[in-house]
């Protein structure tokens, strides 16, 4: 195909999305108004099903078909960087030398280090009650794990993010949340229904299926985070061409 081609198949396309676009618009409640029919049902829905934080129950039970579209999207674009950022044959791995770190890096980083982990934890364990979830707490959880690349070295966070095992967190991670799914299945119902008990409402037990469709969530977040940033670690600090560079 040529640039011309792509070009007007692209301008195409744009036009079309365009008009779908207006066409919503125009359609949407009036900004300020008091009639807000998604959001009511929503919020209905969620308090109907025991899950205090309505974002989780539309996440995770609403629309969670969408969720699992979200979850693959990252899953993908993890593999693709894998398989992009793998050592080729005119690459070698060096191993970098440990640079000085001031004492003041070394001494925030480490002591801030658990404190930013355990707050990952939490905002994945109480993702159906507060603001926050699966996806927000794997990041901070993932993200934490690197302070001690900040405030040791390169070695030290090697050891702690062994990436094959992280590779497996992810793909199980993505797993479980399908296997979920298609316990609505064999239950009778639709996939990825909530068929578990809702429990009591404002617990860490509500909601239903809500709490392990948003860990699996945080898992897989969390794995496909840590995976990302080791090949890119990997280029900037391990691998370079054999000449040298």
Sequence with gaps: MTR??????LLTGGAGLAVLLVAACLRLPHFGGDRHPYGDRAVHASLARRTANTIS?????????????EMTI????????VVLLRQTQDERRARPEPADVARPVRRYALLVLPVALLTGLYIVAHGQLSPGGGFQGGVVAATALHLLYLGADYAALERVRPVGR?????????SAYVVTGIAGLIGGTAFLANTLPYGTF??????GTVPLLNAAIGMEVACAVVVLLARFLDQAVEIEEESGR
């Design 4 to 9: 011309h081609a792509r070009l007007w198949v």
């Design 57 to 69: 129950s539309v996440n995770f039970d609403q629309r969670a078909f969408d969720t699992l579209g």
């Design 74 to 81: 990252l899953f993908a674009a993890v593999l693709g960087c």
């Design 166 to 174: 992280y590779e497996v967190g992810d793909a199980l991670a993505s």
């Design 202 to 207: 404002n617990t860490l037990s509500s909601g």
